[in-house]
């Protein structure tokens, strides 16, 4: 393992109901991004940090928020969960070792009934 | 407009046989970077290569390479020897240069790819 963790994996949860998800990484990575994967769509970002207490917010952040309060936690959270946010959430810090690159978690795979 | 194209859905091929994914992209930016990911059907995301937007030539990592066309803008995945473990979602992505983008990645829709015995 690459040191990025994502939990819960899998949640089943009702709509209107509030729900966070938890990525940790255990290398001090500057860089944190949450993704959703939706089929047809490839992976699209909803937020990203870079650094702690600092983040902001990419294409898909309608509906969601983060928090990262220490360097090796990143938090998102659906305030109201809808049907629409049922997805496959990814987690991923970037890295500088040498050549460039990008590590994912495995993935939260969320359900909104 | 869309800054990452794939544009086959799926793709087919025989094991032991090479394929190319198609990839082109989208950016003003001088300086960028291309990634290709494989996600097998357990979900998780594998980093397979990377291409440098100054790098001269192109990139290669074992039976992977990319063929990396800058003036086209295009950066197709080249699999040589397929193998039937190679059957996943294929997955290009692009990171545009440092100045606002704090690393951000855009990805295509993704291929998938089949390898028949």
Redesign the interface.
Known sequence: DAGITQSPRHKVTETGTPVTLRCHQTENHRYMYWYRQDPGHGLRLIHYSYGVKDTDKGEVSDGYSVSRSKTEDFLLTLESATSSQTSVYFCAIRKFQGVEGYTFGSGTRLTVV | AQK?T?TQPGMFVQEKEAVTLDCTYDTSDPSY?L?W?KQPSS???I?LI?Q?SYDQQNATEGRYSLNFQKARKSANLVISASQLGDSAMY?C?M?EGEGTS?????????TILTVHP
């Open positions: 990452i794939q970077g990634f990911y979900g998780e995301m980093f990377y440098g997955f992505a990171r704090y690393g951000k990645l855009t990805f295509g829709q993704g």
